[in-house]
């Protein structure tokens, strides 16, 4: 029998089900509309039950790697997922229907995965480093709840580490960056701290960033194909092509996931308030509470950044972020009211019928 505390369950934190014929598992590797599940019999296919496509509300609320659910144990064939449990973090973003903001037809929301503690934000040192997108993953990571924390791969490859870490560190306050090589395993002690028996950590970062590498440093075993990047532009080809999770040699679990050139805000508002916390608060000193941080006399922004107490990059970060984020918030906003009417209209068709 497989102890699923092992596994991150708490029976203390997650409700009673509403069917007690079944029981707990994890969903550690999605493929299509099949889920692999760790139970307590150990690892079962499992598949969603039919009326869970009608009941789910939205695409976020179908399950993910990470999840915890309650199934249908079926010991000679496919069980089935009954019921989704409460989730403690999830990582989202937005899954745009579209090529560009002004002709965007859906905004949806997409959880890559969920009941993380750590995320792992790789970036590697090569041509394709880029702070924004960096601190873009940050956002989202603190919005769903997750502890960030940067890690910058490839250090061997490169002849300084330290300045780019430094430049990080401005601009994402407060997270953790570490500098490490998956070849050589210089920096690689330093991850310790976060590999805890019951700890999951999710790895998100674009292609090439070295997400398998490490994995598979962490394993200290080939579990993942390594894939090599481009020479003329540092980036990589998609080597994980779906989400899974792994049990580590030190009893912590990882997620690793495919690797996703764009990250899309998606409902951020408290994610970029806790990474740009250092602004909001100066937002209190400026002389007039509706200032537009522009030519107002008084105003605390540009005196800080005039003083160089913010750079002028970290403002253009923050406004950016809110920016996208209006805009997924309005959008997303006016589809929630949109589906409604439909469906008020719907029932009014209904019932005309019926008379």
């Given at each position: 029998m497989i102890n699923l505390k092992h596994y991150g369950y708490k029976e203390s934190t997650n409700k009673t089900p509403n069917n007690t014929n079944t029981i707990p598992g994890r969903i550690t590797e999605h493929q299509r509309e099949k889920y692999t599940v760790i139970t307590q019999y150990g690892e079962v296919i499992a598949s969603l039950k039919g009326a869970y496509y009608h009941s789910a509300s939205q695409r976020a609320d179908f399950p993910c790697v990470g999840d915890f659910v309650q199934l249908q144990y079926n010991q000679s064939g496919e069980s089935r997922i009954e019921e989704l449990l409460p989730r403690k973090s999830k990582f989202s973003r937005a899954d745009f229907s579209g090529h560009a903001a002004g002709y965007v037809k859906t905004v949806k929301e997409q959880v890559v995965a969920a009941n993380f503690d750590y995320v792992f934000i790789l970036s590697s040192l090569n041509a394709d480093f880029k702070v924004n997108r960096i601190v873009r993953y940050i956002t989202q990571a603190q919005q769903g709840g997750g502890q960030p924390v940067v890690i910058l791969t490839k250090a061997d490859l490169v002849d300084d580490y330290i300045r780019p870490m430094a430049e990080v560190g401005r601009a994402a306050q407060g997270v953790d960056v570490h500098a490490v090589s998956s070849y050589t395993g210089e920096g690689m002690g330093a991850l310790a701290q976060y590999l805890v028996p019951g700890k999951t950590i999710v790895f998100l970062g674009m292609s090439g960033v070295g997400k398998s590498s490490l994995l598979n440093a962490l394993m200290d075993e080939s579990v993942m194909a390594v894939s090599a990047i481009r020479e003329d532009d540092g980036r990589g080809r998609h080597t994980t092509t779906h989400r899974q999770l792994f049990m580590l040699p030190s009893g912590a679990m990882v997620i690793d996931t495919p690797g996703m050139r764009e990250i899309g805000l998606y409902d951020a508002g408290e994610g970029i308030s806790i990474g740009f916390a250092d602004i909001e608060e100066l937002f209190l000193q400026c002389k007039f509470s509706d200032c537009?941080?522009?030519?107002?006399?008084?105003?605390?922004?540009?005196?800080?950044?005039?003083?160089?107490?913010?750079?002028?990059?970290?403002?253009?970060?923050?406004?950016?972020?809110?920016?996208?984020?209006?805009?997924?918030?309005?959008?997303?906003?006016?589809?929630?009211?949109?589906?409604?009417?439909?469906?008020?209209?719907?029932?009014?068709?209904?019932?005309m019928k019926k008379r």
């Open positions: 537009g941080h522009k030519t107002e006399p008084g105003c605390a922004i540009r005196a800080a950044i005039m003083a160089g107490t913010l750079p002028q990059k970290r403002w253009e970060r923050y406004n950016a972020q809110m920016q996208e984020n209006r805009f997924v918030d309005d959008k997303a906003a006016y589809l929630r009211e949109k589906r409604e009417a439909y469906k008020s209209i719907a029932l009014y068709s209904k019932s």
